[in-house]
């Protein structure tokens, strides 16, 4: 597949379980980000990933942990969420690199249901 | 940090017809305007975007215009069809990867 995919697309899970969401992208970018979509809610950024390097946490819970193995994975592990952390989590990629920004390109999303 | 505001949160038009959607920013250093369309149960794809150097881009039925001494930017369609039925969402980013969006505009085009 090509692009920006997202396993799993849709998840179920109880507040005491660890789960973790997976991305991969197929560009050759090197910036990697993760956003948060709820309702009637502007996209929340979460994280951002510049050559594996985090250069963004935006005030995030520690109940989300996020990891960048190489530039073209990240993973965002969930333990002991709460039911208004459900929404769409959406990740992104773009070449990254220099001070420029440029066009990210968005994978499907995971669907995350906290019961 | 950034903020962007847009407006309205929804739009309803007669096929044909056009749709505007209007956003402001609040920080002056952001030279980087996009516009993204995300169709229901998809993921948001760009469909135009702008840089502080020019004032306005078009792509067929699709322009953006920015004013940047008012810091706001818009988004046109003409001669809307039914496909162009989405929600919309502009962003405004400086030279540090991060994107700040609007909530969002949800257009309908009727038939």
């Known amino acids: 597949e090509t692009g920006v995919t997202q396993t799993p697309r849709h998840l179920v899970m109880g507040m005491t379980n660890k789960k973790s969401l997976k991305c991969e992208q197929h560009l050759g970018h090197n910036a990697m980000y993760w956003y948060k979509q709820s309702a009637k809610k502007p996209l929340e950024l979460m994280f951002v990933?510049?050559?594996?390097?985090?250069?963004e946490n935006n005030s995030v819970p520690s109940r989300f942990s996020p990891e960048c193995p190489n530039s073209s994975h990240l993973f965002l592990h969930l333990h002991t969420l709460q039911p208004e952390d459900s929404a769409l989590y959406l990740c992104?990629?773009?070449?990254?690199?220099?001070?420029?920004?440029?066009?990210?390109?968005f994978g499907p999303g995971t669907r995350l249901t906290v019961l | 940090g950034e903020n962007v505001e847009q407006h309205p949160s929804t739009l309803s038009v007669q096929e044909g017809d056009s749709a505007v959607i209007k956003c402001t920013y609040s920080?002056?250093?952001?030279?980087?305007f996009p516009w993204y369309k995300q169709e229901l149960g998809k993921r948001p794809q760009l469909i135009i975007d702008i840089r502080s150097n020019v004032g306005e881009k078009k792509d067929q039925r699709i322009a953006v215009t920015l004013n940047k001494t008012a810091k706001h930017f818009s988004l046109h369609i003409t001669e809307t069809q039914p496909e162009d039925s989405a929600v919309y969402f502009c962003?405004?980013?400086?030279?540090?990867?991060?994107?700040?969006f609007g909530a969002g505009t949800t257009v309908t085009v009727r038939a």
């Open positions: 990933y510049n050559f594996k390097e985090q250069t």
């Open positions: 992104a990629s773009s070449r990254g690199g220099g001070r420029v920004v440029d066009e990210q390109f």
């Open positions: 962003a405004a980013s400086g030279d540090d990867y991060k994107l700040s």
């Open positions: 920080d002056s250093a952001s030279n980087y």
